[in-house]
């Protein structure tokens, strides 16, 4: 891979190696810039080789077995790991017609519970996840119900900002 840097010792990978790599993965799957970084950050604090998950999930994307399998991935070996997971990604944002937020949290509670979550809650899907599935598809900055916040400060003070009562 075009991140694996080679040494005496044989060939390693860094972090900037992989993040410029993961860029460019977000540019092939036309992913917001940052998206599959925020995603390993998610996943393993951008770690190379994170223990197991409790559920069962492996390396730094922490697929499942059966995902890495069905993508012909060895999920141990980083960088089929980074492939298998943004091929993964790329397949649910697909499935969820370019909803990132969808795809998102479909990646951390599976396809099958946020398809019958949107079946029975419709837009509103995301306030009836886990906790843990709302809080991963805002960390990773995935909008929910068409809202998006982006907030620019440019005069070197702070910024506060309150919203409340929106609608949708």
């Not at 970084?37 to 994170?50: A, D, H």
């Not at 089929?80 to 990604?89: M, P, W």
């Not at 990773?140 to 929106?166: C, E, F, K, P």
């Given at each position: 891979?075009?991140?694996?840097?080679?040494?005496?010792?044989?060939?390693t990978?860094?972090?900037?190696?992989?993040?410029?790599?993961?860029?460019?993965?977000?540019?092939?799957?036309?992913?917001?810039?940052?998206?599959?970084?925020?995603?390993?950050?998610?996943?393993?604090?951008?770690?190379?080789?994170?223990?197991i998950?409790?559920?069962?999930?492996?390396?730094?994307?922490?697929?499942?077995?059966?995902?890495?399998?069905?993508?012909?991935?060895?999920?141990?070996?980083?960088?089929?790991?980074?492939?298998?997971?943004?091929?993964?990604?790329?397949?649910?944002?697909?499935?969820?017609?370019?909803?990132?937020?969808?795809?998102?949290?479909?990646?951390?509670?599976?396809?099958?519970?946020?398809?019958?979550?949107i079946?029975?809650?419709?837009?509103?899907?995301?306030?009836?996840?886990?906790?843990?599935?709302?809080?991963?598809?805002?960390?990773?900055?995935?909008?929910?119900?068409?809202?998006?916040v982006?907030?620019?400060?440019?005069?070197?003070?702070s910024?506060?900002?309150?919203?409340?009562?929106?609608?949708?």
């Amino acid at each position: 891979m075009e991140w694996l840097q080679p040494t005496p010792a044989g060939v390693t990978a860094t972090k900037d190696s992989a993040r410029a790599y993961l860029e460019k993965r977000d540019a092939k799957f036309g992913f917001p810039k940052g998206t599959s970084e925020r995603l390993w950050q998610t996943e393993s604090s951008s770690n190379f080789y994170p223990p197991i998950s409790p559920k069962g999930a492996i390396g730094p994307l922490q697929l499942m077995p059966d995902t890495a399998k069905q993508y012909g991935a060895n999920p141990w070996d980083p960088s089929q790991n980074f492939n298998a997971g943004t091929e993964y990604l790329s397949d649910l944002t697909k499935r969820y017609r370019g909803d990132l937020a969808e795809a998102l949290a479909a990646y951390n509670w599976g396809p099958g519970n946020v398809d019958a979550a949107i079946r029975q809650h419709g837009k509103d899907w995301l306030a009836y996840a886990p906790t843990e599935t709302q809080n991963y598809v805002m960390k990773q900055g995935g909008r929910a119900n068409g809202v998006d916040v982006n907030i620019y400060n440019n005069t070197g003070g702070s910024a506060v900002v309150t919203a409340s009562g929106l609608a949708h």
